[in-house]
């Protein structure tokens, strides 16, 4: 069973541009979690999607956005890029019986320069 | 809020010894704990998890113990390799209509095995 993957596994963009980023959930998974591991800052959840709907949000500000798309995938995206969204972003996705564990993709590396 | 905390790093151990993480957690209702690893360059990989009090969650050697009364779930493992060196996570979710909660994580503690 494929895991979840995440594309591209690494982006470097300049301060004030656009990223977006994907992530394709386990075969099953109907909710899609988004965090972000900056250094020093640990890990911050940032949205979470079930079913085609946003239904939280991190403490991140608008210009933090996304959605999930019909087969479940995810996008991110992050607009006005600035120095500090430099981190790793790591997308996991639950099913929607059982555990509910998240498991996780390998992450994307954003850089911002 | 829901909050997790954990022993602060770098713990640096020699190959064999006992290892024990501790992790304490705040919920406001019945939360599920989990440990997860994180090693050099990698996402996050599910270690164990545990999902009512009393619950044991192990693999790889690794073992936690869901402890209701003290809020606590450590990570120990008996003897540790050198291939254990990574950052471990304690976690927490909790189980709401619409699914899972986000997780809720502890800020890590980078573990160093050396032979």
Not at chain 1, 35 to 40: K, N, P, R, S
Not at chain 1, 68 to 88: I, K, M, R
Not at chain 2, 52 to 73: L, Q
Request: one cysteine or more; charged letters at 20%; glycine letters at 10%.
């Amino acid at each position: 069973e494929a895991g979840v993957t995440q594309s591209p596994t690494h982006l470097i963009k300049t301060r004030g541009q656009q990223a977006t980023l994907r992530c394709s959930p386990i075969s099953g998974h109907t909710s899609v979690y988004w965090y972000q591991q900056a250094l020093g800052l640990g890990l911050q959840f940032l949205l979470w999607y079930d079913e085609g709907e946003e239904r939280n949000r991190g403490n991140f500000p608008p210009r933090f956005s996304g959605r999930q798309f019909p087969n479940y995938s995810s996008e991110l995206n992050v607009n006005a890029l600035e120095l500090e969204d430099s981190a790793l972003y790591l997308c996991a996705s639950s099913s929607p019986t059982g555990v509910y564990e998240q498991y996780f993709g390998p992450g994307t590396r954003l850089t911002v320069t | 809020g829901d909050s997790v905390t954990q022993m602060e790093g770098p713990v640096t151990l020699s190959e064999e010894a006992f290892l024990t993480i501790n992790c304490t957690y705040t919920a406001t209702g019945y939360p599920s704990l989990f440990w997860y690893v994180q090693y050099p360059g990698e996402g996050l990989q599910l270690l164990l998890k545990a999902t009512k009090a009393d619950d044991k969650g192990s693999n790889k050697g690794f073992e936690a113990t869901y402890r209701k009364e003290t809020t606590s779930f450590h990570l120990e493992k008996g003897s540790v390799q050198v291939s254990d060196s990574a950052v471990y996570f304690c976690a927490l979710s909790e189980s709401r209509n619409s699914g899972n909660t986000p997780l809720v994580f502890g800020k890590g503690t980078r573990l160093s095995v050396i032979a």
